[in-house]
């Protein structure tokens, strides 16, 4: 269910499941679409395919797990929850969970768990791998493979009976990317990133379905610019005739300790606009926390907006 609801009418949440319902029992191509990033990476609009470089490379681009160990720490956990939508007008709540680890030299795992109000939900497992290539070591490919599965509540009738009960499929997902780092000044370093999402399109309508709906490849673009104080990231996602844009920066207020995010992305083109803001705190050499709030300025209102907080661990 694709949950950029910036470019959607006012909404509860109620509406919202039914959609998610609608796609997987019907179009099933806004299934398996939503961002785990991280707090860091939605604070800046969630642009990250040309600068990720922790576990949550298996939510935005598996080129990035080469990274991985770059700091000298061999091993990287990180975890994020978020809440879309805070404060629906019928109480039901929209949730996201990821869960990531990642190991030298350049593999990860990661479990993601979308969860809309009980009426419909997915898991995702992911296994990824990168490597840096040519004696520069500036192009790092990668490639992540994800074991895809849905849910949905039964539907029942006025009497309580259970009219239907839609049983999801359990796919396989492919993900390939590379970021290619152009320049490796000590001043800026700039990578180009790409990432392709679900290049083999499975088919995620229910089992029961006679009809055939593939997900549809989407491709996006990513650069970055950075330095030792501060980075910019700009991404753009193609997705069939949709556009997403998405930019924003970072800048280390006490450098390496307090890190204020903000940033913008534009669904569909302008078709829904949301501002992004965030911070993070370095609590030791080895922890660092992150905070993330994205508000709609069209579309989805009277609400208090979408949160997300994650924790990265570096051992």
Known sequence: MNLALGRCPRVSASVICVLALWCVAGRAVGAFQDS??????????????????????????????????ADGRRQRLSASYGGLFV?????????QSYVGYGVAP?????????????????????????????????????????????DAAPTTGASGAVVEDLAGPTRLG??????????TTEAVRVPVGIALHHINRPDVVSQSSVVEERLPVRT???IGAVSARALWAFDIALEREDVDVRTGVEWQAVPGALFLRGGLRLEGLALGANLTFGAGVRVSEAVR??????????????TLGSHRVSIAYAF
């Open 174 to 183: 492919v993900t390939v990317g590379a970021i290619y780092t152009l320049t």
């Open 220 to 222: 996006v673009f990513g």
């Open 36 to 69: 785990f990033a991280s707090a860091r990476t939605l604070a800046i609009g969630g642009a990250g395919v040309g600068i990720v470089g922790d576990p949550d490379s298996l939510a935005i681009n598996p080129a990035g797990l080469a990274d991985v160990g």
């Open 106 to 150: 350049g593999a990860g795992v990661a479990w993601k768990h979308l969860d809309a109000g009980g009426l419909y939900s997915e898991d995702r497992v992911a296994v990824g791998g990168a490597r840096r290539l040519g004696s520069s070591g500036r192009l790092a490919l990668g490639a992540e493979v994800e074991l895809m599965a849905w």
């Open 87 to 95: 404060g629906l007008s019928d109480g039901r709540s929209i949730t």
């Open 289 to 302: 926390g992150d905070y993330a709030f994205w508000l709609p300025l069209v579309g989805v209102s009277e």
